[in-house]
């Protein structure tokens, strides 16, 4: 079964540090990973996205770095403001697939004034 | 509108009834996915529509789940018999095409809750 593991389930972080989300994946042929945000109420909002070809994507204050032969994903929140909080999703996809995600389990961000 | 719409927005409902939720993609885009998310629970895939058809329904948990789209437009995934398990936030998302290249934007859900 395809899956997409998530960790930590939740964060607690100051305003201004460093949020880190990690994610594992075991099927090697996913080509698209992308980070999505979701606050109560609302459905999720992609973040940023990568493809293995590349090590790291950076948007503003998010980063993605991947390490292929690990088959590891992980999210870097630079700055964090009370604004992040909100839950965090990892996901997998795969073109020939019709490009459905496998979303990781989420982690609950909440940054602390 | 500018983004995916569904509706209803809240759904409660007694064991045993059928639902219908709807949803209205973007215009113009072709591909449409129907999602859920239990209490606490990642987001599971249930289908994937390009155009009207659905090559992969693999997500649907049983016979009970079903779902159509037509005109190339909106879809409605209909619930039938349903059971306390169903209960869940049911998300609809599309994208310009379904390939890789093209991000996925979900609307803010239908939550069903059976009594």
């Known amino acids: 079964q395809q899956q997409v593991k998530q960790s930590p389930q939740s964060l607690i972080v100051q305003k201004g540090g460093i949020s880190i989300i990690n994610c594992a994946y075991e099927?090697?042929?996913?080509?698209?990973f992308p980070w999505y945000q979701q606050f109560p109420g609302k459905g999720p909002a992609l973040l940023i996205a990568?493809?293995?070809?590349?090590s790291e994507k950076k948007e503003g204050r998010f980063t993605i770095s991947f390490n292929k032969s690990a088959k590891q994903f992980s999210l870097h929140i630079m700055d964090s403001q009370p604004g992040d909080s909100a839950t965090y999703f990892c996901a997998a996809s795969l073109e020939t697939s019709g490009s459905r995600l496998t979303f990781g389990e989420g982690t609950q961000l909440t940054v602390n004034p | 509108g500018a983004g995916v719409s569904q509706s209803p927005s809240n759904k409660v409902t007694e064991k045993g009834k059928d639902v219908e939720l709807r949803c209205d993609p973007i215009?113009?885009?072709?591909?449409l996915y129907w999602y859920r998310q239990s209490l606490g629970q990642g987001l599971e895939f249930l289908i994937y529509f390009q155009g009207n058809s659905a090559p992969d329904k693999s997500g649907l948990p049983s016979d009970r789940f079903s779902a159509e789209r037509t005109g190339g437009s909106v879809s409605t995934l209909t619930i039938q018999r349903t059971q306390q398990e169903d209960s869940a936030v049911y998300l609809c998302?599309?994208?310009?095409?379904?390939?890789?290249?093209?991000?996925?934007?979900f609307g803010d859900g239908t939550r069903l809750s059976i009594l």
């Open positions: 215009s113009g885009h072709t591909a």
């Open positions: 998302a599309s994208s310009l095409t379904g390939g890789n290249n093209q991000p996925q934007h």
């Open positions: 099927n090697t042929a996913f080509d698209y």
């Open positions: 990568i493809r293995p070809d590349v």
